[in-house]
């Protein structure tokens, strides 16, 4: 019962995820790839069928090889993922959001800002 829930816990996490990156599409708030990569990553747990659905997909597939093969992120992700993140916090700063807030939310993109760019691209 116990792996049996696990693996309907993982399906429900990558089905989020790939959600999540459909939502990320149109809203420039949200990045698809973490959760396309996510969703795969859920996926290859809970739901091969659809693990191997993302891999063969024409959009997502070659992210996901790619990103499991040899770690690389495109280098037109990784400069629209800074600009987003960048206009974000642009955003929340000129609508005088709070400091305490600015500064959650200019550290946590400033990582992922640097995660990003020490990963090698193609």
Do not use: Q
């Amino acid at each position: 019962m116990a792996a049996r829930s696990g693996k309907t816990g993982f399906r429900v996490l990558a089905y989020l995820s790939i959600g999540l990156a459909a939502i990320g599409v149109v809203l420039p708030l949200l990045p698809t790839t973490p959760f396309v990569l996510l969703a795969a990553f859920f996926a290859s747990k809970g739901s091969p069928a659809f693990a191997s659905w993302l891999e063969e997909h024409p959009t997502f597939g070659p992210a996901i090889i790619d990103w499991r093969r040899n770690r690389v992120i495109p280098k037109k992700a990784k400069v629209l993922a800074c600009s987003m993140m960048l206009l974000s916090w642009s955003l929340l700063f000129f609508m005088g959001v709070a400091g305490i807030v600015l500064a959650i939310s200019g550290t946590f993109m400033a990582c992922v800002a640097m995660y990003l760019l020490t990963r090698p691209s193609y």
